[in-house]
Structures are given as structure tokens and as C-alpha cells.
């Protein structure tokens, strides 16, 4: 892939579905500022049509594929947020789709995806990318991948566009699965500046990029547990792994008591109903794992809020 240049396909991704997704608020967090001691800023994907920024990707994806292909319709393996922007958009445009979704999947994401019309099947982390292929041999139907995919990249690359057109000079962190989201910000944050930095941060019982980079391929880890039921993944992209090793500045983990830490800033202090998975770079921020200054700015990548806010509430008192 010609990282110099992927930007310009971000840019043309940003076209084709800017009709159909909303350009989220870009918000600095007041408390949280003051808190930390610099300016913290939030990109609020939360409030995304399908609450979640993978309806960027997915539309992408899905608005590419020929009248033959969307014929047979659309399957994916999913945590849950990718499923439901599959969902949106198999029922924007009255095609078929499956979504096979984790049995850790969280109750709310699985009746938000058969509220729209899709029909879902439940397998295990592990098994849920071989039970979708094979389905999708078997019927005729294409496959979405949640984040290993060009086009999916491509769609999740429109945020860093929104948040360059109004800042430069600072530092992305960005929530880190099978690395999807990240390949795409930082192919688009490299390709048209030089002062942005981007850094990912997973989960610490499920370090795969930290692994993988160490070792200079993608390589699988055991799953642990975690608060961020969003970033399961337990390999990197094939694809995406190359551009996260040569384009993003730093990868670094977080543990659950820190997520914890930071919804509770995220949802007492500001307000915001979000995921865990969304609160884990405010978490690395807390746990001393991103070195800043009173200068700079951190712009979090707030990915989703697919939760309630009284299981936010059991998640922090718990």
C-alpha cells in the first residue's frame, strides 16, 4: 500500500459517506483538562449514527461492492459495534445480513443488531471469523471484516479528517483491537501532517500489538479478561499490522482499573455515557503510560456508546 498517498483515499471514502453519518462534535473536556493539567479534547463517536464510528467503515465498504454482490448480502463477525453498522446499513439499503457476535457479547448489543433486522448468531471469540467465512462460502454472501480490510480503513480514516480540519499539533490516542481505526487515522494523520503524533492503547490481558510489534509480525494471544469487551481481538489485521508498525508513534496497554478510573471521570465529571473500551486512552493517560506536557493537546477517540448508563454505573461501583 502507498502509505504517501492513502490519505487521498481516505479523503474520497469521506465523500462517499458523508451524506450518511454525522460529523461528531470534537469537545474539549473541561474537568478533565483541568484535571490533567492540559487540554484534553474528545472526537465523540459515541454520538454517531449507530452510537459507534465502525458505521464509517462498514458504509464504505458496503457502498463498493457491485449490485450482484449486494444481492447476496452482507456477514460479518463482530464484538457488537461493527455488527450493528453492518445492520444500519444492509437495512438502508433492504439487503440481507448476518452477524455473528461473541459470547461475551453484552445484551444490548445483540438486541440493538436483531432490532434491525438482521439475524444474529452467537459463537466464541476464537470461532467467530471461521463460522462467518464458512456461512459466507456456503451462501453466497460477502464478508465484512470488522478492521482488516482497505475499505474499512479507508471509512475509519474520515474521523482523523474532521479532527485535522480544526487542530493540528497534537496527540491521537486511539483504542486499540484488531487495528482498523488506527491504521486509518494514522495513514491520513502522516500522509497530511508532520506535528500530529498517534498512539494506540489496548487492553493489558489482551496485548496483541504489543506482542506483535516486539516480534515484528502478527502474532496471536491468548484472551484475557477485560473491561474493554470492544477490543477482543486476538491477532492483529494482516493487513493493518504493517501500517500500525510503520505509521503510529507509540502503542501502549492499560489495565481495567484504569479504564475504570476514567469512566468514572467520563461519566460523573463530563457527562458522557461511553463504553469502556472507549475510556481505555483517558486510562492510559491515568495510569502514566502517555508522557505530556501543559502545552500539548490529547485529542481521546471516544468509539462508542452502545451501554446504559446503569451498567456504566456497575462497572464503576463494582
Known sequence: MDYRNGYKDILKARERIRDDIYETPLVRLNY?????????????????????????????????????????????????????????????????????????????????????????????????????????????????????????????GTIAVEILNKMDHLKMIVPIGGGGLISGIAMYTKGVTRWSEVIGVEPVNIARYTRSLKENRPTEVKKGKTLADGLQSIKPGDKVFSIVRDLVDDVVTCEDKNIKKALDLLYNKEKLIVEPSSAIGLGAILEGKIKYDERDKLVLIVTGGNIEGSSVEKIINS
Do not use: W
Open 32 to 156: 478533565v483538562s483541568g484535571y490533567l493539567g492540559t487540554s484534553v479534547y474528545a472526537k465523540l463517536e459515541n454520538m454517531q449514527k449507530t452510537n459507534s464510528f465502525k458505521i464509517r467503515g462498514a458504509l464504505n465498504k458496503i457502498k463498493k461492492l457491485s449490485n450482484e454482490e449486494l444481492k447476496g448480502g452482507v456477514i460479518t463477525a463482530s464484538s457488537g459495534n461493527h455488527g450493528k453498522g453492518v445492520a444500519t446499513c444492509a437495512k438502508m439499503l433492504g439487503i440481507p445480513a448476518k452477524i455473528i457476535l461473541p459470547d461475551t457479547a453484552t445484551e444490548i448489543k445483540r438486541k440493538m443488531i436483531k432490532d434491525l433486522g438482521a439475524e444474529v448468531i452467537i459463537s466464541s471469540v476464537e470461532e467467530r471469523f471461521i463460522v462467518a467465512n464458512e456461512i459466507a462460502k456456503k451462501e453466497n454472501m460477502t464478508f465484512i471484516h470488522p478492521y482488516d480490510d482497505e475499505d474499512i480503513l479507508e471509512g475509519q
